[in-house]
């Protein structure tokens, strides 16, 4: 009796408070008692709610009307805004800045029934005005510290223009760079990728969901999106249970452990189900396997792309495999909100079903704070105090620098004198202001980033020139952000090659322009875009002092480049700080240490390319003149750069890898040490990269995969000894029994400065 007394106390403790909002206007919010503890409070809603309101709370709705102007009247926005103030909206999605995210927030808490707040969602990809190196290039820094901080700098800026949730990181493997969005990932490693995904989880979600400076991560797209055949954006994906658990899991299972809120399926079909009605991927492997206690967020419309998948015959089949499969938010498809309830009635969809995907999202909401004070996020004082502030530009500066990846450098061609030198920059890219901030930054200005001229006259004591010599993208759409690559107009290179003839250097910036990769921009091309091929070879012929800075989004196949030019920089898309980063590594006042997290073929024919491939039943040729075995006719198996390449002004030189025993047991560990010494003149940072590989296991193992790397930093001639523990952990892998775990076996491990270039010890794992 005192239970069911305490229940009905619960329930009916639901009263109007009166919460100040920044601006110290005093508006009303539901309050739920705070002394109880997260989920009977959740409970106590939940039993207020009619059905129609609970599907409400799974209704995302993107921003629908000028929120400052007239209120609609007729079509679907007034349908819409009809949903708002019935309380059949739980979140709403591109709705930025203070006063408009506080006018929708004020509809939802205080013209609605009961009053509960909206969550608001934005693409905070790599920042929001402020804008920090692509995600792809932030990856080449393996700089964990620092990818953090980059998320939390996106995250304060997001937060403070009423922002709460950000569909980020994307934590896809992609192993086929002519897939545009891998871009928006941390390339083709799964421990590499793993531990990136902690770190920007970590850094938007911070250290508590209630501080005003934080906000939801989720991890996407869930699951096996990279794996698009042809590399085709939305394609079909079919790949085994071993590349699933082994490769593409392992990222949200991180992100997962990591904390993170949300989670957001994905376009794909996998296995012949669409992701966002795949019951095996939602309830069976994260809400019950993982017990994710989060929610799970359609991607744009995807419940009702179900129809043209040949999955669902029309939206309201789309909505009831939708929900019952595990997505409990419906983005931009109404497909919930017009269809759940009758699917209920029906017995089509359990109402039970409804309630925990409702549960759920309140559960988050409780979390951000928003029924505490749904107006947190609403302080204009605080917007323009922190969008766009100086420590913002100097921690994307510094990702910036961490960013670029050296890829060769012959003669020493780099870094540049800082004086007496005649120096030509040639390339559309090398002026453009927009180009730099890449894809995915929807609310960053056009012109807002530092170009690359820019940056290097600030270094004033070389005479330096520049010619445009070709553009990269004549043509523009900005509703759909596309470009139209150059492929006839070369009326520039005459000036070029002119002014290229009489200089000490020739830095020529080429590459992608800033929207050619991204969602929707595959490519079956992956050299330099357009006429930018020629451009090059033409200015090689007149001097052949070239530093090629590359600005790309994805791994570009360079043959003839790597051939003849004698330097060349990778330095993607780097955002708003991008041309004083670059012309701080070229000039040396930063020594570059980036190492790359994706191949780079030699030719598009390649791809998918890894470095952690299988090595087949024929991998070597057995015969003289043999054609029988794993190659092509027309070119090498080997890439261009491989996975985990990327040199320094510094040489650093491996030497003495240690096993600490020859093997170890169940429980037990081992050590495996080199020592890495700086040959160069520079001090100079490294990573240390280490490998291991399992020689004989019920499922075929990979002929290398990363399992942990060190950055150090050491001054020249100096030493240091690093060190990796090895122990069942390291070793276990989705096996033939259907688990994780350590088989016992032969090993290898292999330390260096890249997947290609290390040291190579043995060892054996005897499991008792």
Not at 72 to 87: F, I, M, R
Not at 451 to 470: P, Q, T
Not at 563 to 571: D, G, K, N, S
Request: hydrophobic residues 40%; glycine residues 8%; charged residues 25%.
């Amino acid at each position: 009796m005192q239970n069911k007394l305490k229940l009905m106390l619960t329930i009916i403790t639901v009263s109007l408070t009166v919460v100040a909002c920044s601006d110290k206007i005093m508006k009303p919010s539901v309050s739920y008692m705070t002394d109880n503890p997260l989920e009977t409070r959740v409970d106590s809603i939940l039993k207020l709610m009619t059905l129609e309101e609970k599907i409400g709370q799974l209704n995302q709705y993107n921003g629908f009307w000028e929120i400052t102007g007239p209120t609609p009247k007729e079509g679907q926005a007034a349908k819409k805004y009809a949903d708002l103030k019935n309380g059949l909206v739980g979140s709403m999605l591109n709705v930025k800045g203070v006063k408009d995210v506080r006018a929708l927030q004020k509809i939802a808490v205080e013209e609605t029934r009961l009053g509960i707040p909206l969550i608001f969602g934005f693409d905070v990809i790599h920042g929001y005005k402020t804008i920090s190196p692509i995600p792809l290039a932030e990856a080449a820094s393996w700089d964990l510290v620092e990818i953090k901080k980059s998320a939390a700098v996106a995250a304060e800026e997001a937060a403070s223009v009423g922002l709460n949730w950000t569909f980020a990181p994307m934590v896809d493997i992609a192993r086929d760079a002519r897939w545009g969005r891998v871009m928006e990932g941390a390339g083709e490693d799964p421990y590499l990728g793993s531990q990136i995904a902690i770190a920007r989880v970590q850094g938007f979600q911070g250290d508590d969901l209630k501080a005003k400076n934080t906000i939801l991560a989720c991890a996407k797209h869930f699951a096996g999106y990279a794996f698009a055949e042809s590399g085709r954006d939305y394609n079909t994906v079919d790949v085994g249970e071993s590349t699933l658990q082994n490769i593409v899991f392992p990222p949200f299972k991180a992100a997962l452990d990591a904390g993170v809120r949300t989670f957001m399926n994905s376009f794909n079909e996998l296995n012949g189900i669409p992701a966002t009605g795949n019951k095996y991927l939602q309830r069976q492997i994260l809400k019950d396997d993982w017990k994710f206690d989060g929610f799970v967020v359609s991607d744009w419309g995807s419940i009702n792309e179900m129809i043209a998948h040949g999955y669902a015959k029309d939206s309201k089949q789309a909505a009831e495999i939708a929900i019952n499969a595990g997505s409990d938010m419906d983005m931009e498809s109404s497909a919930y909100v017009e269809h759940l309830a009758e699917l209920v009635k029906e017995g089509k969809v359990k109402e039970s079903t409804i309630d925990d995907a409702a549960r759920r999202i309140l559960k988050v909401k409780f979390e951000l704070g928003l029924f505490d004070n749904p107006y947190l996020y609403c302080d204009e004082n605080y917007e323009k105090e922190t969008v766009g502030k100086p420590a913002f530009q100097e921690a994307v500066l510094e990702m910036a620098k961490k960013s670029i990846v050296l890829l060769k450098n012959e003669k020493e061609l780099l870094p540049l004198k800082k004086s007496g030198q005649k120096i030509v920059v040639i390339g559309a890219l090398a002026n453009d202001k927009t180009s730099p901030l890449g894809s995915w930054r929807i609310a960053a200005d056009d012109n807002s980033a530092v170009s690359l001229l820019e940056g290097l006259k600030k270094y004033k004591n070389n005479s330096l020139s520049y010619v445009k010599g070709a553009d990269v993208a004549v043509g523009r759409t900005q509703f759909v952000w596309e470009t139209k690559i150059n492929m006839t107009d070369k009326s520039g290179f005459a000036e070029a090659i002119n002014a290229a003839k009489g200089a000490d250097v020739v830095i020529m910036s080429l590459g992608e322009h800033g929207l050619q990769s991204g969602e929707g921009r595959s490519r079956t091309d992956l050299g330099l875009p357009g006429v930018q091929q020629e451009l090059l070879e033409e200015v090689y012929k007149v001097n052949p002092n070239i530093v090629l800075v590359l600005n790309n989004g994805r791994p570009l196949a360079i043959p003839w480049a790597d051939e003849h030019i004698p330097a060349i920089v990778e330095a993607w898309q780097l955002g708003t700080q991008s041309g004083n980063a670059i012309a701080q590594v070229l000039y040396g006042d930063y020594n570059p240490s980036g190492k790359l997290p994706m191949t780079f073929p030699r030719n598009v024919g390649q791809v998918p390319i890894y470095y952690n491939y299988k090595n087949t039943g024929r991998p070597v040729m057995n015969e003289p003149e043999s054609v029988f075995w794993s190659h092509y006719i027309d070119e090498k198996n080997t890439p261009l750069y491989p996975f985990g390449y990327g040199l320094s002004y510094s040489k650093f030189e491996y030497s003495n890898l240690e096993l600490s025993q020859k093997s170890f047991s169940d429980n037990g560990q081992m050590e495996v040490s080199v020592i890495v010494k700086n040959t160069g003149k520079y001090a100079g940072k490294e990573v240390v990269q280490f490998y291991i590989r399992d020689l004989f296991a019920s499922v075929t193992r990979p002929v290398k995969e990363l399992k942990g790397f060190e950055m150090i930093e050491l001054q020249p001639n100096e030493s240091k000894k690093v060190s990796f523990i090895i122990n069942e952990k390291t070793i276990e892998f989705f096996t033939a029994n259907s688990k994780w775990e350590a088989e016992a076996g032969d090993f290898k491990v292999f330390v260096g400065g890249s997947s290609a270039q290390t040291l190579e010890g043995d060892f054996q794992y005897l499991n008792n």
